[in-house]
């Protein structure tokens, strides 16, 4: 194996070791917001024409899950590492700043689409969701995580201690999710709200990851698509450059 | 020959603080060399510059020939660093973390080589343990190991016995002293004097992020002026005439300090004076530890010596 598939290789085997926590816990708490959210609702909203809000809510609340655990993945990996202080033998192999960055995003990746695929897979059971187009979901589901996976890179390395990381998850990452229209269509809102939902780009990948189900969006795929891919060069270039210049890690 | 390590006026400022002050120094190829100091003195900084874990103010530093920044994958592959604190991951087994840290140089089939290691270690009882299960002095030995999977032909030691029993300190150096005759460079820093005396040919010694020494053991300890006398004496006082060179008076051995060897007529012509019997006499070398106290307190007026 090469540098780049060792590091692969044992960051998957890291959360896999404790995938009770990384991936079925993850799957448990998202099918009780299914639960709770679909008993309480299921009778008083339809988001999409002939969709029940159940139907409705699946794919947003799977790709939540995926973003969240996607975000989780990298950073906790990371900041477990740096405080640990074994992230040095990481340093001292000739691994270049664009394999440990992709080695942590496609880590990433892997953990959000299991957690995403194992509650579409359990829904289903219960559930009749259609499904228009595998291939736009599928490129929301890794546009969505790879992004996620690269922020998680930056939160990991940047956060000095696991507060400052519990801080970013919970007062961005989460209600920047929560406010994406998992459990609404942005068209439900305000013109003010609406806007500004307009601004988060987390917005677009709920939206574009619908799609692929419904055939139906409050915006096109294809702006969704753009979006979310402008977003992920940027942050990825800003990830490069702190992994090339050794920002905190090589002081 | 391409020198084993190689750094070139190297700075480091950490903001206000300067690490390191424009450090030169060149490793020979099988060298045993010892980097001294007092803590904060800038040993594991440089290390870390050498390592490429710290990126230097100004400055380069060489590995093998390779520039530890323009041509960091050679120059990573010629080096194996033992870290000073005990660190480790705590979701892997002994041998997974061997495997990954040899994947990690793009090593395929390295089992056999990891075994040696693992044997030569000690580790073979808890090669399937997970590294949180091992005690201290296990956990160093497995940092030992890591270090060693991908054959560096330079190894450093960042305090490698701090904490370890004497047992284990002694089975690293017959370890680490049959990589040096195996043609390894060996660059240790330790606050054990007497091991470097023992094992190192050359010693660097570091203050405030400079080098005050450069220089060859032997030379080191033979440049030192001044010797030591310890007597045991009939009856058990010392001349008055000799009160002043009086270091010590411990369970009846007196220590004297003498500048040159001639002085020990005087020394002995005194006590033939008094009419004091020596019973005993032995003139003490003066070693490493001795040296690098007598450095470090006067390394202000010091120029730094090179060879």
Redesign the interface.
Known sequence: ???F???L??EL??FW??GFQTVFAPMLSTLLYLLIFSHMLEERVQAYPGVTYTVFLIPGLVIMAMLQNAFANSSSSLIQ?IV???H?????????YQEIFTAYVLASVVRGLAVGLGIYLITLGFFEIPLYSFAWVFVFALMGTALLGALGIIAGIWAEKFEHLSALQNFIILPLTFLSGVFYTISSLPPFWRGLSYLNPFFYMVDGFRYGFFRTSDVSPYLSLGALAACFLAVSWLTLQMLKT?YKI?? | MTPAIEVRQVYKRFGALHALHGIDLEINTGEFFALLGPNGAGKTTLINIIAGLTLASSGSARVKGHDVVAEYREARRMLGVVPQELVFDPFFTVRETLLFQSGYYGIKKNNGWIDEIIHHLDLADKADTNMRSLSGGMKRRVLVAQALVHKPPVIILDEPTAGVDVELRQALWRFIKQLNRNGHTIVLTTHYLEEAEALCNRVAMLKNGSIVVLESVRNLISNISGHRIRLRLSPDTLPTALQLLAISHDQGYHVLAIEECCQLENVMAALRAAQTQILELQILQPDLEEVFVKIMHSAENLKPVSV
């Open positions: 194996m090469n540098g598939l060792t590091l290789y044992k085997l890291r070791k404790v590492s640990s202080g074994n040095i033998f990481m340093l001292l192999s000739p691994l270049s050794g090589r002081r």
